[in-house]
């Protein structure tokens, strides 16, 4: 019995949905580290390291109180959630009791709290008893860590509780009633919060001698990039086209040089910058550069994919060779040009190991991004939201270039390299 149309269309349309689905979710955890990145950007320090971590970026409601501008927590009154905020006045101890199955020997105050209680008040008056018994929890690391057991009277009837930990509280006070106070612990109390970019934190690290390395790095990066692409489109087609005495050879022997390692090279490359006054200076981060292995193989390989017919009729109508390069070579490689542009590009831009070497950390005027990076990361030590957005900076200009040229990157990876 076959299956009716709608059947089969239902089918079709459930399996597609599923596998779009699948992809997506695949896709978003792939790009969560990324999007985690940006979003804590455009935090505050604090909100970076709040628990549990947020995507969006939040900041604390403020308003004022006696003169001074304060954070505004959700504090519940006589079973009614208000608005207040902390004063200045000396707060009793407070007590925080969980079930002794609950505890957390790693992060005592991720407990969940059963009960909060006033300590040396509980004591005084007989609510809080200590059974001078203690229970033992192991902690992830294997480590144990003791915590005393007390009965807690609750609604007229004791339970057995543990004494998670305690703190000095805080007053509340409802700054629209300065009548209605509470007392609670700024540790517990949950925050009004509303969603606000902080885009201050990206003047903030261009203030610190980013501006500049973003600048040196875009110079060289260009330069680099057009030199490769440069010299890759001769060097290409001179070994594809150009028929001369010993071109295999050659070739090999150039290629052979790609199987070299970077780390052989550093010492002799190095020295010879020195030799010629180039320490130090930006242009020893361009010129070594401006040839390259790959980039020459990968054009000669799809110049070698064009039909030698195009270039014998250009020949016959008198164009030269470099006419024909231009006018004819150039503008179909349109694919190979954007993947050899995109990884000249990642390259520069990233490049860390020899900006380190010939220019050093102390030469700050003319570092590049991945070098401030290293200095951003010992100025903001304890601001990770700083060092996120130093990261954010030195990576979404790569990301842009790869979204404007990923059709032209994609087609030259599946269309280069056809032909030996």
């Given at each position: 019995?076959?299956?009716?149309?709608?059947?089969?269309?239902?089918?079709?349309?459930?399996?597609?949905?599923?596998?779009?689905?699948?992809?997506?979710?695949?896709?978003?955890?792939?790009?969560?580290?990324?999007?985690?990145?940006?979003?804590?950007?455009?935090?505050?320090?604090?909100?970076?390291?709040?628990?549990?971590?947020?995507?969006?970026?939040?900041?604390?409601?403020?308003?004022?109180?006696e003169g001074e501008d304060?954070?505004?927590?959700?504090?519940?009154?006589?079973?009614?959630?208000?608005?207040?905020?902390?004063?200045?006045?000396?707060?009793?101890?407070l007590g925080f009791f969980?079930?002794?199955?609950?505890?957390?020997?790693?992060?005592?105050?991720?407990?969940?709290?059963?009960?909060?209680?006033?300590?040396?008040?509980?004591?005084?008056?007989?609510?809080?008893?200590?059974?001078?018994?203690?229970?033992?929890?192991?902690?992830?690391?294997?480590?144990?860590?003791?915590?005393?057991?007390?009965?807690?009277?609750?609604?007229?009837?004791?339970?057995?509780?543990?004494?998670?930990?305690?703190?000095?509280?805080?007053?509340?006070?409802?700054?629209?009633?300065?009548?209605?106070?509470a007392v609670g612990s700024?540790?517990?109390?949950?925050?009004?919060?509303?969603?606000?970019?902080?885009?201050?934190?990206?003047?903030?690290?261009?203030?610190?001698?980013?501006?500049?390395?973003?600048?040196?790095?875009?110079?060289?990066?260009?330069?680099?990039?057009?030199?490769?692409?440069?010299?890759?489109?001769?060097?290409?087609?001179?070994?594809?086209?150009?028929?001369?005495?010993?071109?295999?050879?050659?070739?090999?022997?150039?290629?052979?040089?790609?199987?070299?390692?970077?780390?052989?090279?550093?010492?002799?490359?190095?020295?010879?910058?020195?030799?010629?006054?180039?320490?130090?200076?930006?242009?020893?981060?361009?010129?070594?550069?401006?040839?390259?292995?790959?980039?020459?193989?990968?054009?000669?390989?799809?110049?070698?994919?064009?039909?030698?017919?195009?270039?014998?009729?250009?020949?016959?109508?008198?164009?030269?060779?470099?006419?024909?390069?231009?006018?004819?070579?150039?503008?179909?490689?349109?694919?190979?040009?954007?993947?050899?542009?995109?990884?000249?590009?990642?390259?520069?831009?990233?490049?860390?190991?020899?900006?380190?070497?010939?220019?050093?950390?102390?030469?700050?005027?003319?570092?590049?991004?991945?070098?401030?990076?290293?200095?951003?990361?010992?100025?903001?030590?304890?601001?990770?939201?700083?060092?996120?957005?130093?990261?954010?900076?030195?990576?979404?200009?790569?990301?842009?270039?790869?979204?404007?040229?990923?059709?032209?990157?994609?087609?030259?990876?599946?269309?280069?390299?056809?032909?030996?």
């Amino acid at each position: 019995m076959y299956e009716s149309e709608m059947t089969r269309k239902l089918k079709f349309y459930v399996v597609r949905f599923l596998l779009y689905a699948a992809l997506i979710g695949f896709g978003l955890i792939m790009l969560f580290p990324f999007i985690y990145m940006v979003a804590s950007s455009l935090k505050t320090s604090d909100d970076v390291t709040s628990y549990p971590p947020r995507i969006l970026p939040r900041s604390p409601e403020r308003t004022e109180f006696e003169g001074e501008d304060r954070v505004l927590y959700r504090v519940e009154v006589d079973g009614e959630e208000r608005l207040m905020v902390v004063t200045d006045e000396q707060a009793p101890r407070l007590g925080f009791f969980a079930e002794p199955q609950d505890l957390n020997a790693d992060d005592p105050r991720s407990t969940p709290i059963e009960l909060t209680v006033e300590f040396d008040t509980g004591i005084e008056d007989g609510t809080l008893i200590d059974l001078e018994q203690e229970v033992v929890v192991e902690s992830r690391t294997g480590r144990e860590r003791s915590f005393d057991l007390y009965d807690v009277e609750i609604d007229g009837e004791f339970r057995t509780l543990a004494l998670a930990f305690r703190t000095r509280g805080n007053i509340f006070v409802d700054p629209e009633d300065p009548t209605v106070t509470a007392v609670g612990s700024v540790l517990r109390a949950q925050r009004v919060e509303f969603v606000e970019l902080q885009l201050g934190n990206y003047n903030a690290v261009l203030e610190l001698d980013m501006d500049r390395a973003l600048v040196n790095t875009t110079f060289v990066t260009i330069l680099v990039v057009a030199g490769q692409v440069i010299t890759s489109i001769f060097g290409g087609y001179a070994f594809s086209r150009i028929p001369f005495r010993g071109r295999n050879a050659l070739f090999l022997m150039y290629l052979g040089s790609y199987m070299v390692p970077f780390v052989v090279l550093i010492i002799p490359m190095y020295r010879l910058m020195v030799a010629i006054g180039w320490q130090g200076r930006i242009v020893s981060l361009i010129v070594p550069w401006v040839f390259t292995v790959y980039g020459t193989f990968l054009l000669r390989q799809f110049f070698m994919s064009i039909p030698r017919e195009i270039e014998e009729a250009a020949l016959l109508d008198g164009a030269g060779r470099f006419r024909i390069l231009w006018g004819i070579f150039v503008p179909l490689s349109k694919p190979a040009l954007a993947a050899l542009t995109i990884f000249s590009f990642l390259y520069a831009w990233n490049s860390f190991l020899w900006p380190l070497i010939i220019i050093g950390e102390g030469n700050v005027d003319n570092h590049v991004l991945t070098l401030s990076l290293i200095r951003l990361n010992n100025a903001a030590a304890t601001e990770p939201n700083l060092a996120l957005t130093g990261a954010a900076i030195a990576i979404l200009p790569p990301i842009f270039i790869f979204i404007l040229a990923q059709k032209y990157f994609i087609e030259g990876i599946a269309t280069s390299g056809l032909k030996g």
